[in-house]
C-alpha cells in the first residue's frame, strides 16, 4: 500500500486501471440481468409494450446506473474496503452494489415503469411489485459489485474483451435511448 493515499499503485504497466475494468464487468452483469429480468417487469406493466424494445430499456437503464452512479460506489466501496483483509473485500463491494442499485431500482426503474404503464393502460405499480423490483435490483447489484471486485484483475490484461464489452454495452444502451423516446413521445403527445 502506498505511503501517501494520492498516490496510484499500479501493479502491471499494460494493464488497464482497475476501477474502469471493475465498471465494465458491473455494466456486463446488470445488462445480463436486464436481458434475463426484462419479461418479468414486462409482466407487471399489462402488457401493450413489446419485449424487445422493452428489454432496450432496461439495458439503458443499467448501463447508465454502472456508469454515472456506478463509479461513485466504487469509490465508496474502495475507500471502505482499504484496509480490510482481502478475502472480505467481494462482500463489502457486493453490499454496496445490493444498496446502491436497489435503491436505484426502487426509484429509478419504479418510476419508469409507472410512466409508462399509467398512460399506456393506466396500470400503475403495487406496493408488492415495487419491492420486487427493488429486490431483484438490489440482488443483481451485489452480484454485479462482487463478481466486479473478484474478475477484475483477470480482465485488466485482457484488453480486447474488455474494450468488446464495453462497446457492446454502449451500443445496447444507445439502442435503449433510442427505444426510450420513442415510447415516450408515443405516450406523451
Do not use: H
Request: hydrophobic letters at 55%; a positive charge; aromatic letters at 12%.
Amino acid at each position: 500500500m502506498p505511503s501517501n493515499p494520492n498516490d496510484v499503485e499500479k501493479t502491471t504497466n499494460d494493464g488497464l486501471p482497475v476501477m474502469p475494468t471493475q465498471a465494465i464487468i458491473i455494466g456486463t452483469v446488470l445488462a445480463v440481468g436486464a436481458i434475463s429480468c426484462s419479461g418479468f417487469y414486462l409482466s407487471m406493466l399489462g402488457g401493450g409494450v413489446a419485449l424487445v424494445p422493452w428489454m432496450c430499456v432496461t439495458l439503458a437503464v443499467a448501463v447508465v446506473f454502472t456508469y454515472v452512479v456506478g463509479f461513485a460506489l466504487l469509490w465508496c466501496a474502495e475507500s471502505f474496503t482499504l484496509r480490510m483483509k482481502a478475502r472480505f473485500r467481494p462482500l463489502v463491494y457486493g453490499v454496496v452494489g445490493f444498496i446502491g442499485y436497489g435503491v436505484w431500482g426502487l426509484l429509478v426503474m419504479t418510476s419508469m415503469m409507472n410512466s409508462i404503464g399509467q398512460p399506456l393502460n393506466g396500470v400503475v405499480l403495487a406496493n408488492g411489485d415495487v419491492l420486487a423490483v427493488a429486490l431483484n435490483y438490489a440482488v443483481f447489484g451485489f452480484l454485479a459489485f462482487l463478481l466486479g471486485q473478484v474478475l477484475a484483475p483477470k480482465l485488466r490484461t485482457r484488453k480486447p474483451l474488455a474494450f468488446g464489452l464495453l462497446a457492446v454495452q454502449i451500443a445496447l444502451a444507445v439502442f435503449g435511448l433510442i427505444a426510450m423516446v420513442m415510447m415516450f413521445g408515443a405516450l406523451y403527445r
